[in-house]
């Protein structure tokens, strides 16, 4: 029976990551010598902070390098945040976390946008869909071709595929092989990132129809990541908008979808085809996404974003809440002010 979303379950607290590179042995030569000093810091993921309700499917979206995949693997422990935390029913998750037991651990699980890259290409099927389990005393190894036909059974394969390779299928069925895997130890906690980036358009609606149907079956909290607001428009029930290692928007999908806020959330839904706007040209953002390497001042967005004002250069905007709908951009911090002043140009 599906959960009723009406707690929060995951919870992501200011969560921070930077990764460094340090100085190899010519560039300390040249700072030895006068040059510039200092590690290259890119900060992936930049104060971010966001909640899930149990059993809703929470959508990432934004340009490929803003950080979202990184955001995902910090949410499953495989990063450990750099300050920050990420918590599940209230215990702490992240690999940052000073006690984890195996039960938490097991209790989030990923699906990977590369499934020919994630899975043990000398292992077969059944060993693993079942390998978890049994490490982890969930099921006994004499059990585990039954096992691995359940799961099997209810990602769509047959039980024929139990015994053959990875490199023996499509990229939609492999797909599904390391969907199985991720729900050998019942997780509650589902981490999609771009799972269905690498696959034909055909196939991509039938792994999104079996990710709907198993959060249904199996009452699954989602973070589903992609680029494709299309997607994430049919998945989600919550749509989290990030651009260069920030939230910029979140909101509930119809009420992102209808009324977006941020300049850069604008953009992303103006590119979208619809038989309602009839014939047209499509315009891309202008310029393109500024290095995490040395991010704009301010909102970073502002140097592309067609309604930047001088403040947007000066000072990162603060988030701007309306009902559920949070935002990060001074053009909304305005308009907030004016409407409970009374006064200014939005009234």
């Known amino acids: 029976m599906t959960r009723q979303a009406t707690s929060e379950s995951v919870r992501v607290e200011g969560v921070t990551k930077r990764f460094v590179r340090r100085m190899g042995l010519l560039a300390s030569t040249v700072a030895h010598l006068g040059g510039p000093n200092r590690d290259e810091v890119v900060t992936a993921v930049d104060n971010v902070t966001l909640s899930i309700p149990r059993g809703s499917a929470y959508g990432l979206v934004g340009e490929s390098g803003c950080g979202k995949s990184t955001l995902g693997r910090l949410a499953a422990g495989l990063l450990a945040p750099s300050s920050g935390s990420v918590s599940f029913d209230g215990a702490r998750i992240d690999a940052g976390a000073t006690t984890l037991s195996a039960r938490q651990l097991l209790r989030v699980q990923m699906v990977f946008q590369n499934p020919m890259a994630s899975l043990n290409p000398r292992q077969r099927v059944v060993d693993i869909v079942s390998e978890a389990a049994v490490y982890h005393g969930l099921i006994d190894r004499k059990d585990r071709v039954e096992f691995a036909v359940g799961l099997l059974d209810e990602v769509g394969l047959p039980r024929e595929a139990l015994f053959r390779l990875p490199h023996q299928f499509s990229g939609g069925q492999r797909q599904r092989i390391g969907i199985a895997r991720a729900l050998s130890v019942s997780p509650d906690f589902l981490i999609c990132d771009e799972p269905i980036a690498a696959l034909d358009v055909s196939i991509q609606a039938q792994i999104l129809n079996l990710l709907l149907d198993l959060r249904k079956k199996r009452g699954l909290t989602m973070l589903f990541i992609s680029h494709d607001l299309g997607v994430v428009h049919y998945l989600c029930d919550t749509v989290g908008v990030m651009y260069l290692g920030r939230i910029v928007e979140t909101a509930p999908t119809a009420e992102l979808f209808r009324r977006p806020q941020h300049p850069y959330t ?40 067609p309604s930047v004002m001088a403040i947007c250069r000066e000072e990162a905007p603060p988030e701007t809440t309306t009902g559920t709908h949070r935002s990060r951009c001074w053009l909304s911090s305005e308009k907030e ?5 009374g006064e200014g140009r939005y009234q």
């Open 266 to 305: 604008q953009a992303l839904l103006a590119q979208i085809p619809s038989r309602s706007t009839g014939r047209r040209d499509y315009q891309p953002i202008v310029g393109e996404m500024p290095s995490p390497l040395a991010p704009p001042k301010g909102c970073h967005f502002n140097p592309r974003c």
């Open 337 to 341: 002010r004016d409407l409970q002043s």
